[in-house]
């Protein structure tokens, strides 16, 4: 599966600078280029080659890392993708971290006290979390915590407290996700007879929760986890333009915006890559949550 | 089948009688309370988009530059923008582009992909291989990574965002009706129709496809929510709808500057478009509990 979906991930990345209409080397060049700039840039692209041969050589390139040179700052876009991926990362896993935590608490809170105040009020977050536009939540908490209260900055990175608002941000609609999934396997697996074995044998209730239900219910909620980061690195796009974190996403929209192309392939590539992998280690963790799960 | 093609809904419920699926349908969907608050919600927003022009007290283009950032007042119910431009006007004219963005985008979507799912599954073997893999490979992308692909590609603009949007919703139709139709295809109605001669063609329009409708429908409500997600996104970051056309995440894009001056710049946008995901995401549910419960 891996290999396929790899090999397509890697023609839709190619395919981008030759949808766009117009000669790709014009494109490359921009309004300004004069007839030697676009000859050069047809010859150091490869543009003059066969379309089959460009894609082999973008394939292979692309497998060792090498996305060519950015146009618009002149250095190789590997170096600018691993700077830029590394912030993605720190504010992916400080997301996935808050909306764990949350999620997890809250699911387990709504499913251990179904239809009460809590689970209404529980689940009426989640309704929120899922609905709110991550970048409209992200400037209110910039108005509230770094314009109003002063607490924490409104963007930028260096400390732990810059990176407070932004997994905010981010980690609330997945936190909102894994709570709805977390409550819905939760209340199947609390009726089960071992739950009330578990329960007539004597163990605390929190032992009962944590490590007889909840280990049982974490196949559908590890399934979201998966969903999840990849929605979070789609997220990361919104949060690091509103918080300007020097990220991935951001590289792409100004890569854009730039019409600098081989940042934008390259970006492409590393960010579903990078999501092909995480749902790839999300099912092989599967077999260790429930050992009845094994792969040849 | 025959029989229901050419009548009216209303034909329909008056030839079922109080008691037909209609009405139960539309009984048990008016006992779920959280559904018709999103109906509610739903509908007061079409009427909003449908009737944008006889409500809007103020042009929703043009403002008056003395007027500039005035907060909320009895001539400006909700203020003024930068430029002078009633808000209430601009959020009003706004609900119609959003309407129009998630009905062509989700129509598009819905159409490639309820196509593409339904020949998949029926064909089954390599074809059915070649379009889920194809599948797979868009949902490599997280979505908005996909739409700023697309963008990439074709440029920013209205109907290039309503396409960027469309393509990244594709899968979710096409899965969806590909699993429905394998389960269907053995059954022994659609036996019967082949047996009596029907091609593979008219099998799936009068047999198969209107047996998927419950999980169509589910998916097209709840996808009209992620749409308006994507869109506004796209258009905060800039690369969407363009200025000074008043579409509520440009508002909100436009609003960052004034954070500190005129906050509920930004705050109104952000609300609208968190009711109306809300409406949608409520209306969804409850159409799923009451269409197709087992797709809890």
Not at chain 1, 105 to 126: K, N, V
Not at chain 1, 262 to 290: E, I, R, S
Not at chain 2, 77 to 95: H, K, N, Q, V
Not at chain 2, 176 to 192: P, Q, T, W
């Amino acid at each position: 599966m891996l290999v396929p979906v790899l090999f397509g991930v890697s023609l839709v990345s190619f395919s981008l600078l030759h949808v766009v209409p117009g000669d790709p080397a014009e494109v490359l060049g921009g309004a300004e280029a004069t007839k030697e700039d676009v000859d050069r840039i047809r010859r150091e692209y490869g543009l003059d080659r066969p379309l089959l041969v460009q894609y082999l050589q973008f394939a292979a390139n692309a497998a060792r890392g090498d996305f060519g040179i950015s146009i618009q700052s002149r250095h190789p876009v590997r170096g600018l993708l691993f700077q830029s991926l590394g912030f993605t990362l720190q504010l992916s896993l400080a997301s996935i971290l808050v909306a764990s935590v949350v999620g997890l608490l809250a699911g387990i809170i709504s499913a251990t006290r179904p239809y009460s105040l809590f689970d209404a009020l529980g689940m009426l977050g989640a309704l929120f979390g899922i609905s709110m536009p991550i970048f409209w939540l992200g400037l209110l908490l910039i108005v509230v915590f770094a314009v109003q209260l002063h607490w924490l900055p409104s963007g930028g990175t260096g400390t732990l407290f810059h990176l407070i608002l932004p997994a905010v941000a981010l980690g609330s609609a997945s936190s909102a996700v894994i709570a709805r999934m977390t409550r819905a396997s939760m209340l199947e697996v609390v009726r089960q007879d071992y739950i009330r074995t578990a329960r007539a044998t004597g163990y605390r209730e929190d032992v009962v929760i944590f490590r007889h239900a909840l280990k049982n219910a974490m196949i559908p909620i590890l399934t979201v986890f998966g969903l999840e980061f990849g929605s979070m690195l789609g997220g990361a796009v919104l949060t690091e333009t509103v918080f300007s974190l020097p990220g991935v996403g951001r590289l792409l929209v100004e890569g854009i915006f730039a019409r600098d192309y081989p940042v934008v392939q390259g970006a492409m590539m590393l960010v579903a890559t990078t999501f092909v992998l995480v749902n790839l280690l999300t099912d092989a963790a599967y077999a260790f949550f429930d050992p009845r799960i094994r792969y040849e | 089948m025959s029989e229901a093609a050419g009548e009216t809904l209303r034909e329909r419920y008056e030839r079922a009688g109080a008691g037909g699926e209609l009405a139960d349908l539309w009984r048990r969907l008016r006992r779920n309370r959280a559904a018709m608050a999103g109906a509610g919600i739903v509908a007061l927003f079409v009427l909003l988009a449908l009737l944008a022009p006889a409500l809007v007290p103020f042009s929703p283009t043009r403002g008056d530059f003395g007027d500039r950032l005035q907060a909320p007042s009895p001539t400006h119910w909700l203020g003024t923008d930068e430029l002078g431009r009633d808000i209430l006007s601009r959020i009003i004219f706004g609900a119609r582009i959003s309407l129009q963005i998630q009905v062509v985008a989700v129509l598009l979507a819905l159409v490639v992909g309820v196509t593409l799912g339904a020949v998949g599954g029926y064909l089954g073997g390599r074809m059915d291989n070649l379009i889920m893999r194809a599948m797979d490979v868009l949902l490599a992308f997280p979505s908005i990574f996909l739409a700023l692909g697309i963008i990439a590609a074709l440029g920013t603009g209205l109907v290039n965002l309503m396409i960027a949007a469309g393509i990244s919703s594709i899968p979710a139709f096409a899965r969806i009706v590909r699993g429905s139709v394998l389960s269907l295809k053995e059954r022994e109605f659609v036996e019967a129709a082949r047996a009596l001669g029907a091609g593979g063609g008219r099998v799936l329009c009068r047999h198969l496809l209107p047996n998927c409708l419950a999980p169509i429908i589910v998916q097209a409500t709840l996808r009209m929510a992620t749409v308006l997600l994507t869109a506004s996104g796209l258009s905060f970051l800039g690369l969407g709808v363009q200025p000074p056309t008043p579409e509520w995440g440009a508002m909100l894009s436009n609003a960052r500057s004034y954070l500190i001056v005129a906050p509920y710049v930004a705050t109104i946008p952000g609300l609208a478009i968190m009711v109306v995901v809300v409406g949608f995401n409520l209306f969804g549910d409850g159409l799923r509990d009451t269409l197709d419960p087992r797709l809890r």
